[in-house]
């Protein structure tokens, strides 16, 4: 009988957990299908709006790390039923929001409420779980976790074409967050790690600070990455943040030594060389996770596929992620968590570097983006965070939510990268008009059949172009194809412009999922480093930890 409810309360937080952090990481990227027509609603520019993601970002980073914190101290399902309520009433503010500045304060809440469910699941499933069943329902909870993530803007897309309604997209979440609140209540089993003393309150609002300095530095790099340290925005900002680390580290190793102290960041997990190794891992893996944000740009600018299905190609990518969660489980119990980290980092390499080496068909990156996304779906669930919590007898959560504030950190940093390795590709497009242009037009009008009056009109452009000794770009080109008259002529023109803007698309792509796959392959150096230094966490290791637990 005792085994029976074990069982079915193991099935309710499941469920609980599972469909609340589906719904919360769906939400982190649903906004940005919605993001022009919000701008429009509150008549504000391209840049403030961006903030509305901005601020879901900074607020995620600010409440993992004290979510994680509380959760440990105060109990899980406390903490659950709290951020579910914070996340339904975020989403409630920000569908009503009569003003942009509303709008942005309902956003932080939101991600206040939900950038701790995620921790929270992970936490309880650590704490409540048997052993032998840890990595199948972590793998279960990581694969809602990554296929929302990826499925966020194809779900808004979809919900914007359904309704035409921005607001639909928050106001979706209310009744599913009363329903969670309400069985949180009723099925949900209590787990925590208490501890004695007061809570770190000082330390708490240093961290915050800090966190919130890093991120905010972090989203403003733009453009070239380092010549973006030269702002103020960037620099000092990360500067900052750093000096606020350094403090909040002299004050918590104050606080670890008195006798009823309890500090928000556990010093001696800090002090630790293998778990430092694990959120180096957590970083590279946020790096890996954001190849997958430039997909739909990929299909539209290299495959050609139209812009307004361009996300729904995301979604093989997603299943793939999916079933690698659930794989990355089934592979930690039976092979353990850091052969599972190596296997992920060499499936996402091979699928990346795939990208540039062998896409030409639609059916190939289908087949090479499965092959990536299975890779990074099994680093999303167990082998990570079990990584990260193993030798541990108490601050679980606060050592899951210090792995996924460094996968944010990761995310952050790799898209600004990635945009580089775009930017550069696109500006070889003058070079590309000089050098190729004119052989893949002679092609295009080959196949064309021009009449005798599309081939003067031909000529005359032909003179036209070695007038300017070449000396054309992208907007001369434009100015030139819309003062064509012949409609097969401009079309064969069209045609090359779109071949040119191709290999310019396809050599930015190119650099970009070859840093992704180089990211991927040192996920597998760090995975490896990090065996000696689990080798010795079993040994004396596993006592010295043990022991300042208890």
Same mark, same amino acid.
């Given at each position: 009988? =005792?085994?029976?409810?074990? +069982?079915?309360?193991?099935?309710?937080?499941?469920?609980?957990?599972? !469909?609340?952090? &589906?719904?919360?990481?769906?939400?982190?990227?649903?906004?940005?299908?919605?993001?022009?027509?919000?701008?429009?609603?509150?008549? !504000?520019?391209?840049?403030?709006?961006?903030?509305?993601?901005?601020?879901?970002?900074?607020?995620?980073?600010?409440?993992?790390?004290?979510?994680?914190?509380?959760?440990?101290?105060?109990? =899980?399902?406390?903490?659950? @039923?709290?951020?579910?309520?914070?996340?339904? %009433?975020?989403?409630?503010?920000?569908?009503?929001?009569?003003?942009?500045?509303?709008?942005?304060?309902?956003?932080? %809440?939101?991600?206040?409420?939900?950038?701790?469910?995620?921790?929270?699941?992970?936490?309880?499933?650590?704490?409540?779980?048997?052993? $032998?069943?840890?990595?199948?329902?972590?793998?279960?909870?990581?694969?809602?976790?990554?296929?929302?993530?990826?499925?966020?803007?194809?779900?808004?897309?979809?919900?914007?074409? /359904?309704?035409?309604?921005?607001?639909?997209?928050?106001?979706?979440?209310?009744?599913?967050?009363? !329903?969670?609140?309400?069985?949180?209540?009723?099925?949900?089993?209590?787990?925590?790690?208490?501890?004695?003393? +007061?809570?770190?309150?000082?330390?708490?609002?240093?961290?915050?600070?800090?966190?919130?300095?890093?991120?905010?530095?972090?989203?403003?790099?733009?453009?070239?990455?380092?010549?973006?340290? +030269?702002?103020? #925005?960037?620099?000092?900002?990360?500067?900052?943040?750093?000096?606020?680390?350094?403090?909040?580290?002299?004050?918590?190793?104050?606080? $670890?030594?008195?006798?009823?102290?309890?500090?928000?960041?556990?010093?001696? *997990?800090?002090?630790?060389?293998?778990?430092?190794?694990?959120?180096?891992?957590?970083? *590279?893996?946020?790096?890996?996770?954001?190849?997958?944000? &430039?997909?739909?740009?990929?299909?539209?600018?290299? /495959?050609?596929?139209?812009? #307004?299905?361009?996300?729904?190609?995301?979604?093989?990518?997603?299943?793939?992620?999916?079933?690698?969660?659930?794989?990355?489980?089934?592979?930690?119990?039976?092979?353990?968590?850091?052969?599972?980290?190596?296997?992920?980092?060499?499936?996402?390499?091979?699928?990346?570097?795939?990208?540039?080496?062998?896409?030409?068909?639609?059916?190939?990156?289908?087949?090479?983006?499965?092959?990536?996304?299975?890779?990074?779906? @099994?680093?999303?669930?167990?082998?990570?965070?079990?990584?990260?919590?193993?030798?541990?007898?108490?601050?679980?959560?606060?050592?899951?939510?210090?792995?996924?504030?460094?996968?944010?950190?990761?995310?952050?940093?790799?898209?600004?990268?990635?945009?580089?390795?775009?930017?550069?590709? &696109?500006?070889?497009?003058?070079?590309?008009?000089?050098?190729?242009?004119?052989?893949? /037009?002679?092609?295009?009008?080959?196949?064309?059949?021009?009449?005798?009056?599309?081939?003067?009109?031909?000529?005359?452009?032909?003179?036209?172009?070695?007038? #300017?000794?070449?000396?054309?770009?992208?907007?001369?080109?434009?100015?030139?194809?819309?003062?064509?008259?012949?409609?097969?002529?401009?079309?064969?023109?069209?045609?090359? !412009?779109?071949?040119?803007?191709?290999?310019?698309?396809?050599?930015?792509?190119?650099?970009?999922?070859?840093?992704?796959?180089?990211?991927?392959?040192?996920? %597998?150096?760090?995975?490896?480093?990090?065996?000696?230094?689990?080798?010795?966490?079993?040994?004396?290791?596993?006592?010295?930890?043990?022991?300042? #637990?208890?």
């Amino acid at each position: 009988m =005792r085994t029976l409810g074990k +069982r079915t309360s193991q099935f309710w937080a499941l469920l609980l957990f599972s !469909v609340g952090v &589906f719904m919360a990481q769906l939400d982190n990227g649903i906004i940005s299908s919605a993001l022009t027509t919000i701008n429009r609603h509150f008549d !504000v520019s391209d840049n403030w709006g961006a903030w509305g993601i901005t601020i879901y970002t900074l607020g995620l980073a600010i409440s993992l790390p004290i979510v994680g914190k509380l959760s440990d101290r105060y109990g =899980r399902k406390k903490l659950f @039923i709290i951020e579910i309520a914070l996340f339904g %009433i975020g989403s409630l503010m920000v569908a009503l929001s009569p003003t942009f500045a509303f709008y942005l304060v309902a956003r932080f %809440i939101q991600a206040l409420g939900g950038g701790g469910i995620f921790i929270i699941g992970n936490s309880h499933i650590l704490s409540t779980v048997e052993p $032998e069943k840890q990595a199948k329902y972590l793998g279960l909870l990581g694969a809602m976790n990554g296929v929302a993530a990826i499925l966020g803007p194809n779900v808004g897309a979809f919900l914007l074409d /359904l309704t035409g309604n921005w607001h639909v997209l928050f106001l979706i979440n209310v009744p599913i967050a009363i !329903v969670l609140f309400a069985l949180g209540f009723m099925k949900l089993q209590e787990s925590a790690d208490p501890r004695p003393g +007061r809570l770190d309150l000082a330390g708490t609002i240093i961290l915050s600070f800090a966190i919130l300095s890093l991120m905010y530095g972090l989203t403003n790099i733009e453009g070239n990455f380092w010549a973006s340290f +030269r702002e103020w #925005e960037v620099s000092g900002f990360l500067g900052a943040a750093i000096l606020l680390f350094v403090i909040l580290l002299l004050y918590e190793s104050r606080i $670890e030594k008195k006798a009823d102290g309890d500090p928000v960041i556990p010093m001696y *997990l800090v002090r630790q060389p293998r778990f430092l190794t694990v959120l180096l891992i957590g970083a *590279l893996s946020g790096g890996m996770l954001a190849g997958m944000i &430039f997909i739909p740009a990929f299909t539209e600018n290299v /495959l050609g596929i139209a812009a #307004e299905k361009s996300g729904y190609w995301m979604t093989p990518l997603a299943l793939a992620s999916g079933i690698g969660a659930g794989l990355g489980g089934a592979l930690v119990t039976r092979n353990g968590p850091v052969a599972t980290v190596i296997v992920s980092g060499v499936i996402a390499a091979i699928g990346y570097a795939l990208f540039p080496l062998w896409i030409d068909a639609r059916w190939e990156f289908v087949v090479a983006s499965m092959i990536a996304g299975a890779g990074i779906g @099994i680093i999303l669930g167990a082998p990570l965070n079990i990584l990260a919590t193993e030798g541990l007898k108490a601050n679980k959560g606060t050592a899951l939510a210090s792995l996924s504030l460094f996968r944010q950190i990761g995310m952050t940093i790799a898209p600004t990268i990635y945009a580089g390795f775009i930017a550069r590709g &696109f500006n070889r497009m003058g070079d590309l008009f000089r050098n190729d242009f004119q052989p893949i /037009l002679q092609e295009d009008i080959a196949r064309a059949n021009l009449s005798q009056e599309a081939m003067g009109e031909l000529a005359a452009i032909g003179r036209q172009m070695a007038a #300017e000794s070449g000396s054309f770009d992208a907007d001369r080109m434009n100015e030139i194809i819309a003062s064509i008259q012949d409609p097969a002529l401009k079309q064969a023109v069209l045609d090359s !412009v779109a071949e040119i803007t191709r290999m310019a698309a396809e050599s930015g792509y190119g650099g970009l999922y070859w840093s992704a796959a180089v990211l991927s392959a040192l996920v %597998i150096v760090v995975a490896l480093a990090l065996i000696p230094l689990r080798n010795k966490l079993k040994g004396s290791g596993a006592a010295a930890a043990g022991s300042h #637990e208890a």
